[in-house]
T-cell receptor, first 117, second 117 residues
């Protein structure tokens, strides 16, 4: 149980285009999902917290108009990188909160590697 | 806000020896401390977690200890094996006993553990 999927697993796009990444909880409902980005050999940096049915909460320094988050259902959250540029190239990982044994466990998706040319 | 410091950044041990990774946190209200293992290019996997009402938790070769007074917690891996080689992240958050909402995890910088055969 508690499986999180992401799609696509990797994407290459041209500078100026937009890219949408999907995060799905496959066997549980997730009222809250989190989006992270991870640069090579670095830690996970939280970008935003996505709550089902409401606006996402962005971390300081993350542009909400550039990284659009939609959490329209209890099993799906999407991250759209708008007008992507080479500096947006990174590994994007989502996680979903699972209610397991009364702990606030988060389970991670496999990540999406974005390369902007 | 919460700040988590993790040491060491790299750790190399002989197969069969023990490995210890330490983390300190700043927010005394944090009460949930998970540890994640991340292999190259893959998702972080939860390996063990501890709540603040417990001082130690063990799962086979892995154990975590928590010192609330000093605000630090440690991961202990005994009888290390080559497959233990990975990057390990500690994290801290305030968990809620509620399905609605979730507190974000603040991650340490990561420790690259190498097990030498």
């Amino acid at each position: 149980g508690a499986v999180v999927s992401q799609h696509p697993s990797w994407v290459i796009c041209k500078s100026g285009t937009s890219v949408k990444i999907e995060c799905r909880s496959l066997d549980f409902q997730a009222t809250t999902m989190f989006w992270y980005r991870q640069f090579p050999k670095q830690s996970l940096m939280l970008m935003a917290t996505s709550n089902e049915g409401s606006k996402a909460t962005y971390e300081q320094g993350v542009e909400k108009d550039k990284f659009l988050i939609n959490h329209a259902s209890l099993t799906l959250s999407t991250l759209t990188v708008t007008s992507a540029h080479p500096e947006d190239s990174s590994f994007y990982i989502c996680s979903a909160k699972a209610w397991v044994e009364a702990t606030d466990t988060q389970y991670f998706g496999p990540g999406t590697r974005l390369t902007v040319l | 806000g919460e700040n988590v410091e993790q040491h060491p950044s790299t750790l190399s041990v002989q197969e069969g020896d023990s490995a210890v990774i330490k983390c300190t946190y700043s927010d005394s209200a944090s009460n949930y401390f998970p540890w994640y293992k991340q292999e190259l290019g893959k998702r972080p996997q939860l390996i063990i977690d501890i709540r603040s009402n417990v001082g130690e938790k063990k799962d086979q070769r892995i154990a975590v200890t928590l010192n609330k007074t000093a605000k630090h917690f440690s991961l202990h891996i005994t009888e290390t094996q080559p497959e233990d080689s990975a990057v390990y992240f500690c994290a801290a958050s305030r968990y809620r006993t509620s399905i609605q909402g979730a507190q974000k995890l603040v991650f340490g910088q990561g420790t690259r553990l190498t097990i030498n055969p």
